[in-house]
């Protein structure tokens, strides 16, 4: 499927922002449709069939984590990019766990939102699953022989490090909430303490420099991010 085929669904209650998105949008060769609360949103879902939804949060009929939920409950599988406040990581959390695929905080740059579409977008027409070997730039996980390398070079981890990377592995290029990793790793809710501890311990491990990171990024507040794989 090409990018000019992709049909992506804005749903904000701001004319404005609905004209910026579109305009933005349709120069990169998308196509486009509006919904100006949940209740034009779901009847295009069903009509349009969009590749991808851009969600607001804050809809005047029904909050957008309720949309969310509702469309995932239905086994809606299509891609689902929050737009949110930077200061309302609550919800971006909440929003993120019903099972959004990213977030782009407002305001935001064009050239940003359009990446994170791309990526969202190589998820849903190039689903990866769990393949044996995952490679993003020097960075190499056998998830059948747990191996891991780093420039051709073995990285010795430790369990909760290797499990820390095989989470964020299988949903590389999305966003991990630090609540989704605790619970896969440690089996329940632990305190987010924890979790930083062994990633700034994975980070010494696998990236050249610890401090400005290549490979996992921080979302401020919400998680984790692993770089998608290469290719």
Request: hydrophobic share 40%.
């Amino acid at each position: 499927m090409t990018v000019s085929t992709v049909r992506i669904l804005l749903v904000d209650d701001e004319p404005p922002i609905r004209k910026l998105l579109r305009v933005g949008l349709v120069a990169e060769g998308f196509a486009i449709s509006e919904a100006a609360n949940a209740k034009e949103a779901a009847a295009c879902v069903k009509t349009d069939r969009p590749d991808l939804i851009l969600l607001d949060l804050g809809l005047p009929d029904l909050p957008g984590h309720d949309l969310l939920e509702k469309w995932r409950a239905e086994g809606a599988e299509v891609p689902v990019i929050i737009l949110s406040s930077r200061t309302d990581e609550t919800g971006i959390v909440k929003a993120l766990e019903l099972g959004a695929d990213d977030y782009v905080t407002k305001p935001f740059g064009m050239k940003e939102l359009v990446a994170r579409i791309r990526v969202a977008l190589r998820h849903r027409f190039q689903r990866q699953g769990e393949k044996p070997v995952f490679q993003t730039g020097g960075l190499t996980v056998d998830l059948v022989k747990r191996i891991v390398k780093v420039e051709g070079q073995d990285v010795k981890l430790s369990p909760k490090e290797y499990d820390i990377l095989r989470v964020l592995v299988q949903h590389a290029g999305k966003v991990i909430t630090h609540h989704h990793l605790l619970s896969q790793v440690w089996g329940e809710t632990a305190d987010v303490q924890y979790l930083r501890v062994y990633v700034r311990q994975l980070r010494q491990k696998i990236e050249k420099s610890p401090d400005q990171p290549q490979y996992i990024m921080t979302e401020t507040g919400v998680g984790y991010r692993l770089r998608e794989a290469d290719g």
